[in-house]
């Protein structure tokens, strides 16, 4: 299935994500939100931001983010409502994570895989479809009930703290 994939990777990623960039190209649509340029002083939360947006928007379907580790990237994607990004190096997770648990970014770092695991484990992914089974939408939902309650809790704080 041809989807529109949004990429970003800080210096630690750069390389990686544009072979990754390249090779997607031929079977997907692909949003490459940099970085555009190699600079060792750039910051993962910059582009783990952007791939975050596109996907909670839904200008995106899927995203992948690239760093060094993959664990700065997934945290900071997970600040954005929405997205579901993870850190996986097996292609078991890669694709069960989509299955169950309806992951919509996948986090990868590229000190720990090389470019044909990296395949390997994107091709994973976005082949994978959320089942929708009763049991994993019931767990989905309790996942977005938490999302929900820790904004509201945000808001009362804003509000209580404004009298
Ligand atoms: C950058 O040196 C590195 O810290 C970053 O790419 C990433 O690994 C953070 O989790």
């Known amino acids: 299935m041809r989807l529109r994939v949004a990429l970003g990777a800080d210096h630690g990623g750069f390389s990686l994500k544009n072979e990754l960039s390249a090779w997607l190209r031929e079977g997907h649509e692909i949003l490459d939100l940099g970085a555009h340029t190699l600079d060792p002083a750039d910051d993962y939360p910059d582009y783990a931001e952007a791939v ?7 200008r995106s379907q ?35 994570g989509v299955e169950h ?25 976005l082949n994978a479809t959320f089942t929708s089974e009763e049991r994993h939408q019931r767990r989905l939902d309790k996942v977005l009930a938490i999302e929900q309650q820790s904004l509201q809790g945000l808001r009362e704080e804003r509000e209580g703290g404004a009298e």
């Open 52 to 58: 975050a947006h596109a996907v909670s928007s839904g």
């Open 62 to 96: 899927r995203g992948i983010l690239i760093c060094g580790s993959g664990v700065g990237a997934c945290i900071a994607a997970n600040k954005i409502m929405g997205v579901r990004a993870c850190l996986c190096h097996d292609t078991y997770s890669a694709h069960q």
């Open 101 to 125: 648990d309806n992951m919509n970014v996948l986090c990868l770092g590229a000190r720990v895989v090389g470019l044909e695991l990296a395949k390997e484990l994107v091709t994973a992914f």
